[in-house]
DNA sequence: GCTTGACCCTCCCATGATGGGAGACATCAT
DNA sequence: ATGATGTCTCCCATCATGGGAGGGTCAAGC
């Protein structure tokens, strides 16, 4: 159900400890603009709005911005991030289905290592090869072109 | 200096050991739908035309194509890319140039390398203590919600 | 010749997460 | 009351890549 419209001050509002969106990016560390754009996408649920429309945010609000900028912080994707909220909304759900979130995105970043290490020891064996002075050779560009020496990756 | 227009026919263009647009994508593993944007950002020079408009590549542009993919595949991005063509076009200049770029771009890598692999670390030390059965507690989702123990990251 | 299928063309839209900025209104402190 | 922030919505940009619509072109088979 969307909130009702309350105090019509941010004074007001402040005394029922409700936040504006400044203060709840400040407290959170997710950006104004990015609390919006959670809310546009409805990974966050629509704010609560004072008379003149500025957004509110209780503390259970900001429990679950720190989530998402945590979650985000470990490299989840806003739709995992959808999926890891839903399932910390119903705690009666079991822990599996976290875990195996856990997991598989651990088994992704386990790739992309892999795959961006493999780039830096070419980079770096090429790189030591390369005299790195007035000289025109350059194993570098050799094996961008293809008409070099394979590096050793 | 823009190129002229060739041969009326695709077939005679291939008579002249020139390529269509998707000739030069299977040749060189770079989409066609790639090599017209490579063409619109100015990273490949505009290509000559048929009559009937088709693009025409020859052996040096799919050399060049194929030195783009390899240093996407190395993770350069477009503007590198565009450093190290410029360095390629002009041999004479020294290799340093070309130095700095690679090992520039290693340490890029090394330290996006390094803050998955504690991404990584802390998520399967978070899943290593989650049983993972049916059980409601999950120190994944405490973590997250910073309710829990941190994570030893 | 005519059809058919495989090309190719341009133009627009989408991704994912984030930021920048314009123009207008609200709030707050002086 | 006035000026400095704060907030609102809306649009645009990033980076590299792909999808698709709507329409022209080419080669092969009949």
Not at 55 to 66: F, G, Q, T
Not at 67 to 93: H, M, N, P, V, Y
Not at 96 to 114: M, N, P
Request: hydrophobic share 35%; aromatic share 4%; proline share 4%.
């Amino acid at each position: 159900m969307p909130r009702p419209t309350l105090r019509p001050e941010a004074a007001g509002a402040r005394a029922q400890g409700l936040h504006t969106i400044g203060d709840a990016a400040e407290a959170t560390a997710v950006s104004a603009k990015m609390i919006r754009h959670y809310e546009s996408i409805r990974l966050m649920p629509t704010a609560g709005r004072t008379f003149a429309g500025y957004r509110l945010y209780a503390e259970s609000d900001l429990h679950r911005l720190r989530f998402i900028k945590r979650a985000r912080t470990l490299g989840f994707s806003i739709k995992e991030i959808e999926q890891l909220l839903s399932l910390w909304d119903d705690r009666r759900r079991a822990s599996s289905e976290v875990k195996q979130l856990a997991l598989q995105h651990a088994r992704a970043l386990e790739q992309k290592i892999r795959e961006m290490e493999s780039m830096r020891a070419t980079l770096t064996d090429l790189a030591r090869r390369c005299h790195g002075d007035s000289h025109p050779d350059c194993p570098i560009l050799e094996d961008l072109a293809g008409t070099g020496r394979k590096a050793t990756n």
